[in-house]
């Protein structure tokens, strides 16, 4: 499977972005799906992730209340939306296919640029 993030941006403080995942080569329908984020000069850490069926969603603490994960099995695509950014937010996030850890994870997006100002 292939996943194309986009979406990404400059952003104020206060500000909204919504994210989006295309996959493509293979159906999503029956995978967890998840946001991870890189900071310059950090590691890659998981932000959120939805079940197949988006019955049950999973968040990072830093981001509960503010960023919201959905998707959307007809369409193959799974989105981020982000509320009340902060700078602290800014980061190249990526989408994943298989869990909430890096290592279970089996596939991943190239990523998109957030850059949050103050």
């Known amino acids: 499977v292939q996943l194309q993030a986009s979406g990404g941006g400059l952003v104020q403080a206060g500000g909204s972005l919504r994210l989006s995942c295309a996959a493509s080569g293979r159906s999503i329908r029956s995978y967890f799906m998840g946001w991870f984020r890189q900071a310059p000069g950090k590691e890659r850490e998981f932000v959120l992730g939805?079940?197949?069926?988006?019955?049950?969603?999973y968040s990072a603490d830093s981001v509960k209340g503010r960023f919201t994960i959905s998707r959307d099995n007809a369409k193959n695509t799974v989105y981020l939306e982000m509320n009340s950014l902060k700078p602290e937010d800014t980061a190249v996030y990526y989408c994943?296919?298989?869990?909430?850890?890096?290592?279970?994870?089996?596939?991943w997006g190239q990523g998109t640029l957030v850059t949050v100002s103050s």
């Open positions: 994943a296919v298989g869990g909430s850890t890096s290592e279970r994870v089996s596939a």
């Open positions: 939805i079940n197949w069926n988006g019955a049950s969603t």
